[in-house]
Structure formats: C-alpha cells, structure tokens
C-alpha cells in the first residue's frame, strides 16, 4: 500500500532557481524522510523531520511538515545542475515499515 | 568503509530460471531489506531481516526467498523468474528497523526477465 504521493511527477527549472516538491500521505506518521536517487544509483539520505517538528533546514534544503494536512514540502533554494535527481519522500507506519512514494523526477536547465 | 554493496549491476535471466542477488554491509547494522523499484512507482519492500537468523516479508513477496545467517549477508534468491520480476532491486540497511533510522541504499541490480 502506497502512502506517500510525489507532486509533482516531474519538474525542469533553470539553474539558480528554487525547486519545491511535495508528499502527501494518508494515515498518521511519527517521521517522514527525503531521499535522493542520481540516475541509476541507490537512494541517499537527505533529511528527516519528526511529526512533532514544522520546519527543518540542511544546507540548501529547507522541509516542511504539515500533519493536519498530512503533507510536506522540499525546498531545494539556488539549484545547482547537481541537484538534478529524483527525490522521494517516505513516511513510517506503526508498524515500523518505511512507505515509498514515487517520487519527483527534478531536471535542473544550465 | 564499503557500505552497501550488491552484486552483479546487470542480470538477463530467462523466464523459470533461478538466481541469487548478494547483498552485504559492513556498517554492523541490524536491520536490512530488499526493495523492487518499477517506472512510476515508489520502492516497494520484498523481505526485511531483523537480525541475523530472523527475515520476514514485506509488500511484495511472492517468487522471492531470503535468509540471513550473518549480520553482513542478506541474499535474495529468486525462486523462477517471471517476466513480472523484471525490475530494479535495491537492497539497503539501517542500524534498526525505527523509522526514524536512515536507509543506506547499495547501487542496485537491474534485472530483466525475458
């Protein structure tokens, strides 16, 4: 059962730009965390916030949680070509099983 | 420090043919799984272990085996390979099974089944 929801599916912006994506789940979550996947490599941690936090920040990176809406943001400010990737949220379940969406294909344009 | 590594990168298997996708760690963590990544879809879990000597299933079991007899090793056999086993399988650790925990993802085996 999928929980988490990408939006949206792709997005192609200029370099130098802000990238904004968004999960969207479904039943209650104690920790949701971002991943990035370079094509054709694993996935790679990128950050993780509690349901109990509103907004974190790493770097560039900049997340948000909103568990009334049962939704959260990735902010990626000033985009580099390397951030090019796709990015996947996952949220836990009670039973401890991480619930994958299907992620957000980002294209940064040089 | 390898981290998570999975061999081989690339398998054309035909259909009813069997195989085994190694999986190893050396980060000492407790918890591992296999996931299947297809187009347009998240990760969906295949098997997880706990601890050595302790597997379980996930979402999507069927046509796979695991076992796990060293906390390093978590293989993942596929039993007669069906076209609809054609996928991406990643298979990634964490220190435990909590949610709050990071994934270490190795760099995942592309499979087709013809």
């Known amino acids: 059962s999928q929980q988490g929801e990408e939006d949206p599916q792709a997005l192609s912006i200029q370099e130098g730009e802000n990238a904004t994506m968004n999960c969207s789940y479904k039943?209650?979550?104690?920790?949701l965390q971002w991943y990035r996947q370079n094509s054709g490599r694993g996935l790679v941690h990128l950050i993780l916030i509690r349901s109990n936090e509103r907004e974190k920040h790493s770097g560039r990176l900049r997340v948000t949680l909103d568990t009334s809406k049962k939704s959260s943001s990735l902010l990626i400010t000033a985009s580099r070509a390397a951030d090019t990737a796709s990015y996947f949220c996952a949220t836990d379940e009670s039973n401890y099983q991480l619930i994958w969406g299907a992620g957000t294909k980002l294209i940064i344009k040089p | 420090n390898a981290g998570v590594t999975q061999t081989p990168k690339f398998q054309v298997l035909k259909t009813g043919q069997s195989m085994t996708l190694q999986c190893a760690q050396d980060m000492n963590h407790e918890y591992m799984s296999w996931y299947r990544q297809d187009p347009g879809m998240g990760l969906r879990l295949i098997h997880y272990?706990?601890?050595?000597?302790?597997?379980d299933q996930g979402e999507v079991p069927n046509g796979y085996n695991v076992s796990r007899s060293t906390t390093e090793d978590f293989p993942l056999r596929l039993l007669s390979a069906a076209p609809s086993q054609t996928s991406v399988y990643f298979c990634?650790?964490?220190?435990?099974?909590?949610?709050?925990?990071?994934?270490?993802f190795g760099p995942g085996t592309r499979l087709t089944v013809l």
């Open positions: 039943t209650s979550i104690n920790n």
């Open positions: 990634a650790s964490s220190y435990s099974r909590r949610g709050e925990d990071t994934q270490y």
């Open positions: 272990s706990v601890g050595a000597g302790i597997t």
